[in-house]
Each structure stands twice: as C-alpha cells, then as structure tokens.
C-alpha cells in the first residue's frame, strides 16, 4: 500500500537536457516536499509546498522548479541537469498545523546525468 | 535558526551489542524530534518520533527520549540484529511554525554476525 509514489525510480539523462521526475500520494497531505540527497550526506530541502502556496529555499538553485497541479501530485523540473545534480530525488508529505504528525516519503528517483 | 547534530559514523557492532547513537538540537520553538532509517537505494522510513519534552519514542526494539533540558534525542537499542544495518537520520520539525524536516549528517550502522 505505497502510499507516496515516486517515478521513475531510475533516471539517466543527458547533460543539459530538461528532465521531470514526479511523485503522487494517497494521504491527501496539504504538504509535499522536495529533497536532493547526495551520496552519504543527508536530504536537503529544495522547496515545498502548503497546499498552492509554493515555498522555495534561499539556497536552492534558479535550474530546479516544481509543479504542484492538485493535492495529489507534485512535480519536480530541472531545466538543465549538469553532472553535480546527479542525486537521489526524495519526495515527501505531511500534514502542517498537526502536533504529532510525521513526513512520509517516497521510494526516492536517482537521477543519473550523462 | 534550527539545527541537529548526530555522532559521525560509521558505527561498527557485532550481532546483540548495545546501540547509541548521539543526537542533539538546537531550535528555537517547540519542535518535533524524529529518527529516520534508510537502507541502501530506499527512502527514508520513519523509525520512531517524540513531539514534547520527556516524550520516549520506541518501535522495533529502538527508543529515544526527548530531553529538553540537554537537546538531545538519543537513539538506543539493547541488542542490535544484522538486518538494522542501514544509515539513521536524526531529525526535527516544527510543523506549527512551517518549518520543513532538518536532518543531521547520518550515521551509517554496520552489524556482524
């Protein structure tokens, strides 16, 4: 029962090519969040969004951007993939405003650039 | 702003030996404490959480007790298994005030049989 669903789970892409990963879920959480995880270091917050209210952080960069058309889908576009955006992509959701309430995560997309 | 720090790994154990992982805080409201597990290739798998000071979160053997008067949330457990190799991510959120999930570095557990 996946219930934040990410896909692919792997994919390769050419240098300088616009990819698109996306993630759907079946929790109806108002919050989904986009991590990179670089190999043996911790998940980093890209942005994320409350409910249509888009949050992005300071620093990350202008060639990664997302989409989040309904409450079940969130998508993230990176324009133009270079070699040091190679990394497992993490998505994840929760519910703002509630004391005991955790992130649930996807299955994560690793992203290979070529 | 908010932060974790958890112990440098990597952690290596023998099957049925004692686990500590350190794990300590800095924040300025009242946050969330958790641990997250990840095995290789996988996403992040909630392992347990404490939402208040003094709280003691525990799953599969594993416990953590929110301390606030130390900010620390240090990860235990009695009697590790081979099948507990993974990396564990100290983590804390303050959902009320819109702060995403902050992780620590992670320290990779390796156990032997």
């Known amino acids: 029962d996946a219930m934040v669903i990410q896909n692919p789970r792997y994919q390769v892409t050419q240098f300088g090519k616009p990819v698109t990963l996306s993630c759907s879920q079946t929790l109806n959480h108002n919050v989904m969040y986009w991590y990179q995880q670089k190999s043996s270091q911790a998940p980093k917050l890209l942005f994320h969004?409350?409910?249509?209210?888009?949050?992005n952080e300071a620093d990350t960069p202008d060639n990664f951007q997302s989409r989040r058309p309904n409450t079940s889908f969130c998508f993230l576009d990176i324009r133009s993939p270079g070699l040091g955006d190679a990394a497992m992509y993490l998505c994840?959701?929760?519910?703002?405003?509630?004391?005991?309430?955790?992130?649930?995560f996807g299955q994560g997309t690793r992203l290979t650039v070529v | 702003g908010n932060s974790v720090t958890q112990m440098e790994g990597p952690v290596t154990l023998s099957e049925e030996a004692f686990l500590t992982i350190n794990c300590t805080y800095t924040?300025?409201?009242?946050?969330?404490l958790f641990w997250y597990v990840q095995y290789p290739g996988e996403g992040l798998q909630l392992l347990l959480k404490a939402t208040k000071a003094d709280d003691k979160g525990s799953n599969k053997g594993f416990e953590a007790t929110y301390r606030k008067e130390t900010t620390s949330f240090h990860l235990e457990k009695g009697s590790v298994q081979v099948s507990d190799s993974a990396v564990y991510f100290c983590a804390l959120s303050d959902y009320q005030a819109g702060t995403a999930l902050i992780f620590g570095k992670g320290t990779t557990l390796s156990v032997s049989s």
């Open positions: 924040a300025t409201g009242y946050p969330s």
């Open positions: 994840a959701t929760s519910t703002r405003g509630s004391m005991n309430t955790e992130a649930f």
């Open positions: 969004y409350y409910d249509k209210d888009f949050n």
